[in-house]
């Protein structure tokens, strides 16, 4: 079956370090990758995405992300943590045998940055 | 209003009662979706409008109807909820459905508890 694994729950990061919030995937083919971002009370933001190309995409808010075929992940960084870049992130993937292309999301994780 | 509105943001309901979600989309976007938000859990798609016509309904059960009446609202009207229907429902819109590389776009969610 095709999944996302988001492995940790929660992450918690001192403010002015780095971050990294993990994702693993497990589809069929060469997946579209994507990040998105929940803060409090609000909906899902697009962040970034991979599609081709590059493996190391740039976001919105000074994110990136790496896509790493090998070991089927593609994590989230940041270089320097912000308190407001607490929220709640998820991964979502799309198999290019699914001829709907429907999104396979991640359980999420929550990103606490501590001043 | 711009992007995704939805309303009412929080809703509490009887088990017996019936109440509608609604969505509005002002993007432009030929796709809409409800999803189903439970708390370190991935999202749930529910359902699925491309240009007014249903085109998937995940298995969800016959107590959520949903409506789209053009391709700018959505609706999704509730009745004889169980508690375990208690959840954050976010609707979202895209271009179009089917694309392996669209982002999706989402409201900020109707916080639903059903008592």
């Known amino acids: 079956a095709q999944s996302v694994a988001q492995p940790e729950d929660q992450v918690n990061v001192a403010e002015g370090n780095p971050l990294t919030v993990k994702c693993t995937y497990s589809?069929?083919?060469?997946?579209?990758l994507f990040w998105y971002v929940q803060y409090p009370n609000r909906g899902l933001q697009f962040l970034l995405k991979?599609?081709?190309?590059d493996n190391l995409v740039k976001g919105s808010y000074g994110f990136e992300a790496e896509f790493n075929k090998s070991q089927t992940s593609f994590h989230l960084k940041k270089p320097s943590a912000l308190v407001s870049d607490s929220a709640l992130y998820f991964c979502?993937?799309?198999?290019?045998?699914?001829?709907?292309?429907?999104?396979?999301w991640g359980a999420g994780t929550k990103l606490i940055i501590k001043p | 209003e711009t992007g995704v509105t939805q309303t009412p943001r929080h809703l509490v309901m009887g088990m017996t009662n019936k109440k509608s979600l609604k969505c509005e989309q002002h993007l432009g976007h030929n796709a809409m979706y409800w999803y189903k938000q439970s708390a370190k859990k991935p999202l749930e798609l529910m359902f699925v409008?491309?240009?007014?016509?249903?085109?998937e309904n995940n298995s969800v059960p016959s107590r959520f109807s949903p409506e789209c009446p053009n391709s700018s609202h959505l609706f999704l009207h509730l009745h004889t909820l169980q508690p375990e229907d208690s959840a954050l429902y976010l609707c979202a819109s895209s271009q179009e459905w089917g694309s392996a590389t669209g982002e999706q776009y989402f409201g900020p969610g109707t916080r639903l508890t059903v008592t």
């Open positions: 589809v069929s083919g060469n997946p579209y």
């Open positions: 991979y599609i081709t190309g």
């Open positions: 409008y491309s240009l007014e016509e249903r085109v």
């Open positions: 979502a993937v799309r198999s290019p045998t699914d001829s709907n292309y429907q999104l396979i």
